[in-house]
């Protein structure tokens, strides 16, 4: 039903999630794209209902995604759907992410924060009963994970956004190791083979490509790769299993994106890594490798 009117949606569970890009330079290509949207979901509302099943209109969020500049020039005021009228909002939540309208992540990272340091607070209370493995059991649980979750959205974030998840893994260190607030917090972070937030998310970006090349991740994020095809006559190792890195105009957000901070990213790595036979082999190479890039060893 979806693919007669959009070409992209996502489906978890019972969310659906359905997106339309248009250039909001003109009041038509406007007018198209909200049209597309009330179509669409019109159809969906009559599949269901023919298959006794109800969408629940008031639960419908409709959020308009742009820079500064570009949503300045959009007069959407609202979408129906159904009996209901929609009127966009600030933000919204998908699977745990809180989006805003323009994709800073500033409401979600001040959620994470929020949510980490809460649970730090209780593993502190408790610190003096358990050991440093059973410590570090409960902070991966409680805390990294929420650092970790999904952040491959958080590449080419301003430092200041980084430097709060960053408070947070420091904090999280200085309750494993039992340290000091004010103590120099490098050698801790060494000391536990912690990758700081910046390199987690390099991380997780070249975990999804490694896993995208080797047909384990969905078509939605292979089809954004494209192997570069190397002269046969080139027999230099490091020229071997690259990707094209797409040309882009826009750094606030085209940088950001998948498309072109996998393929980027990717071909700085040393081929041994990129050649890696096996996920358990690549991660434990590609970690290594950016410890010492982040730690200057």
């Given at each position: 039903v979806i693919d007669k009117h959009l070409p992209n949606a996502h489906t978890y569970a019972d969310d659906t999630l359905i997106y339309h890009s248009f250039r909001p330079d003109t009041s038509l290509s406007q007018d198209a794209a909200l049209k597309s949207i009330e179509n669409c979901v019109a159809d969906i509302r009559a599949w269901m209902?023919?298959?006794?099943?109800?969408?629940?209109?008031?639960?419908?969020?409709?959020?308009?995604?742009?820079?500064?500049?570009?949503?300045?020039?959009?007069?959407?005021?609202?979408?129906?759907?159904?009996?209901?009228?929609?009127?966009?909002?600030?933000?919204?939540?998908?699977?745990?992410?809180?989006?805003?309208?323009?994709?800073?992540?500033?409401?979600?990272?001040?959620?994470?924060?929020?949510?980490?340091?809460?649970?730090?607070?209780?593993?502190?209370?408790?610190?003096?009963?358990?050991?440093?493995?059973?410590?570090?059991?409960?902070?991966?649980?409680?805390?990294?994970?929420?650092?970790?979750?999904c952040n491959s959205l958080f590449y080419c974030f301003p430092q200041s956004q980084y430097d709060r998840l960053q408070r947070v893994l420091n904090a999280a260190a200085r309750v494993v190791c039992l340290i000091p607030k004010f103590d120099h917090i490098t050698p801790v972070l060494i000391g536990l083979h912690w990758l700081p937030v910046r390199y987690r998310v390099i991380f997780k970006i070249l975990l999804l490509v490694y896993k995208a090349l080797h047909a384990n991740a969905p078509p939605y994020i292979s089809d954004l790769l494209t192997p570069k095809h190397i002269g046969c006559y080139s027999h230099r190792s490091n020229e071997h299993n690259l990707l094209i890195v797409p040309k882009t105009m826009r750094k606030t957000f085209d940088d950001r994106a998948f498309a072109k901070a996998g393929p980027f990213l990717w071909n700085e790595l040393p081929a041994d890594i990129r050649e890696a036979s096996t996920v358990e082999t690549f991660k434990s190479r590609l970690k290594t490798f950016l410890f010492r890039k982040a730690f200057y060893l």
């Open positions: 209902l023919s298959n006794r099943l109800l969408i629940n209109d008031s639960k419908t969020e409709f959020i308009i995604i742009g820079s500064k500049q570009q949503m300045s020039k959009i007069n959407i005021n609202e979408i129906t759907v159904g009996k209901s009228t929609i009127e966009p909002v600030e933000v919204v939540q998908s699977l745990g992410m809180w989006f805003d309208s323009h994709m800073s992540m500033d409401i979600h990272i001040g959620k994470v924060c929020s949510k980490a340091f809460r649970s730090l607070y209780n593993i502190r209370q408790i610190r003096k009963f358990l050991s440093e493995d059973t410590t570090k059991i409960f902070v991966h649980a409680f805390v990294t994970s929420h650092l970790d979750y």
